[in-house]
C-alpha cells in the first residue's frame, strides 16, 4: 500500500522539512518488506485563495486513495493502534493512503467530507510544516511497530 501526505504549502527547507524528508525515506526503507510504501510527501499550492481552491488541490492528489484528514477535531490514536489502523487497511486491500493537511485556515469541509476518517495529534492547532514531520514520524514508527524493531516502546 503506497503512503501519501499531502499538503496545503511549500515545505520549506527549515529543520521541519529536512525531518519530515528523513522520516519518509526511513519509513519507505522500513515498510518495503511489510507492504508499506514508499511514503510520497505531496506539497501543494493553490493558485486562488481559500479553501475551497486548497480542497480542489488535495481532493485530486488523493484521487482513488483512501484518504484520512487530519483535523484537530479529528480521532486520536495511540501510536500501536495508529499502526494497527494503517496494517488493517493495507490488510482489506487498500492501495494507497493518503493523509490531508491544509493550509492556514484548515481544511475544507468538502476534504473532510470526502475523508474516510479524520486523526488529530490533539487539539492543538499546529503548524503545517509541523504536523507534516510529525506525521511522517508517526508513520515511520508505525512501519516499525509493525515490524517489530525496537524503535518504540511501550
Sequence with gaps: MKLAVI???KPGRGPEATLAADYAERATLAGRALGL????LIDLEARKPGRAAEAELILKAAEGAHLIACDERGKTFSSRAFADHIAGLRDRGER?????IGGADG?????????ASTL?????TWPHALARAMLAEQLYR???ILAGSPYHRD
Aim: without cysteine; neutral net charge; glycine residues 14%.
Design 107 to 115: 481544511l475544507d469541509g468538502n476534504v473532510r467530507a470526502a475523508a
Design 142 to 144: 508505525a512501519v516499525t
Design 37 to 40: 510504501g514508499p511514503l510520497e
Design 120 to 124: 488529530a495529534f490533539g487539539p492543538q
Design 7 to 9: 499538503a496545503i504549502g
Design 96 to 100: 494507497r493512503l493518503a493523509f490531508a
